[in-house]
């Protein structure tokens, strides 16, 4: 396939200039893409952000699942000594 029919629409040395000047943008705006893809990929492989996901995931998760479980073993008590209480209130009401 010869290039002539990719450039059939070139008539003159203005549409020449045009196409020329169209191709070095479309150069321009693929670098600036990649120029951006690549600031993409190293933001997500930085240092800091590795380093804060590593110490979220190894102990922050942690430290709430920790509260968490605190929070909810006492209201677990709390719920046994109201339920004990109201045991205990029914069966002086039997007496």
Request: charge should be positive; hydrophobic fraction near 40%.
């Amino acid at each position: 396939m010869s290039n002539k029919g990719q450039y059939s629409h070139i008539q003159s040395f203005k549409d020449f200039k045009e196409e020329k000047v169209q191709l070095y943008y479309n150069i321009q705006l693929t670098e600036k893409k990649l120029e951006l893809s690549l600031f993409n990929i190293r933001s997500r492989l930085s240092l800091e952000r590795v380093l804060y996901n590593l110490l979220l995931n190894n102990v922050v998760d942690p430290m709430f699942l920790s509260v968490k479980n605190m929070v909810l073993g006492w209201f677990r008590k709390l719920k046994e000594k109201i339920t004990t209480g109201a045991q205990e209130v029914e069966s002086e009401n039997v007496k």
